[in-house]
């Protein structure tokens, strides 16, 4: 079986057995990206201690992630400058069929000094192949912002692409990656209740995950009516067994989900321990039905930086 072959092999299954994941010398609750990010807590404890904690996760999740046979690429971040999220590099590069990666503008200014060029071409060392990409970050000087697989959820065997709109996923840009990209686009908006108001969530990431059979969804985020049930529509009639989960329980990074898969073709579910612990029995049986769970501890991780596992993850295609 040739490359190109093999390439092609993962869309089949829309999950892949290869993940970028960068390791943090610096993480720290960031005051730039809390503007809009509700799930983020401010840290009450020294940075130090912070990134020795959110370290320790890291290095966990990337252990568990290998020893279940996934290919881990784990890239050291810089000291300087400092990027307090560069644990989240979904957010700034995502990979695509034919060896296609895609840089995306982001909405804090600090993030914006996460995009690497030398992660890059470190990556096309170790796989042996060369990437050829397309730009999105010259709309952050429009502010207009698109932060990757954070912003865009991706249906890959059915070529669907779901988005929550927010001051992060800017409607026009992401209709604009899926022509480009061969996405059927579709758009809802999802909101969280922030004091006495009703607010964007930030990441569509957040409330769903696409697996290759079932799909993960916190429906009720989505309170318009009508997009609500086209959201339900567009996952059913696409051959998705829906697992709702609850508001609570995507407070808990439930929706915040990764299907992967080891060389052998074995599916695993990558979840957060908070996000597991909220699942009722039969929901975990619904998911263990497909693939078995790899459950990470990230509590750091998700407490300061407002992300969970699937946020860590950029996915190697």
Avoid at 244 to 254: K, V
Wanted: glycine residues 4%; negative net charge; charged residues 25%.
């Amino acid at each position: 079986m040739n490359m190109k072959t093999k390439m092609y092999e993962k869309y089949s299954s829309g999950c892949t057995n290869t993940v970028l994941m960068i390791e943090p010398v610096a993480f720290d609750y960031n005051p730039e990206t809390a503007v809009n990010n509700y799930f983020q807590q401010k840290n009450q404890q020294g940075e130090s201690e912070t990134q020795q904690l959110a370290l320790a996760e890291f290095r966990g999740m990337v252990r568990k992630l290998r020893e279940a046979g996934i290919h881990v690429i784990t890239l050291q971040d810089t000291p300087y400058p400092h990027t307090p999220d560069s644990i989240f590099p979904n957010n700034w590069i995502s990979f695509h069929l034919n060896n296609h990666v895609v840089f995306y503008p982001m909405f804090a200014e600090n993030r914006r000094l996460e995009r690497r060029m030398d992660i890059l071409l470190e990556i096309e060392n170790q796989l042996g192949r060369k990437f050829k990409y397309t730009d999105y970050s010259k709309f952050e000087n429009e502010n207009i912002f698109l932060e990757g697989t954070g912003s865009i959820v991706c249906d890959r065997i059915n070529r669907i692409a779901y988005a929550s709109i927010s001051p992060r996923t800017h409607e026009a840009l992401f209709k604009k990656f899926c022509r480009e990209m061969d996405f059927r686009p579709v758009c809802f908006q999802a909101t969280q209740e922030v004091i006495d108001d009703l607010l964007p969530i930030y990441h569509t990431n957040v409330i769903m995950c696409i697996a290759d059979k079932y799909a993960v969804a916190c429906l009720s985020s989505v309170r318009n009516s009508a997009e609500r049930e086209t959201l339900k529509r567009e996952l059913t009639e696409s051959g998705k067994e829906i697992i709702e989960i609850s508001i609570e329980q995507m407070n808990h990074f439930a929706g915040n989900m990764l299907q992967l898969k080891n060389n052998d073709g074995d599916k695993f579910v990558v979840l957060s321990e908070s996000a597991y612990n909220s699942l009722s029995e039969s929901q975990i049986s619904s998911l263990e039905k497909f693939n078995k769970l790899i459950v990470a501890p990230v509590p750091t991780i998700e407490k300061y930086g407002g992300g969970s596992v699937r946020c860590m993850i950029a996915e190697v295609f």
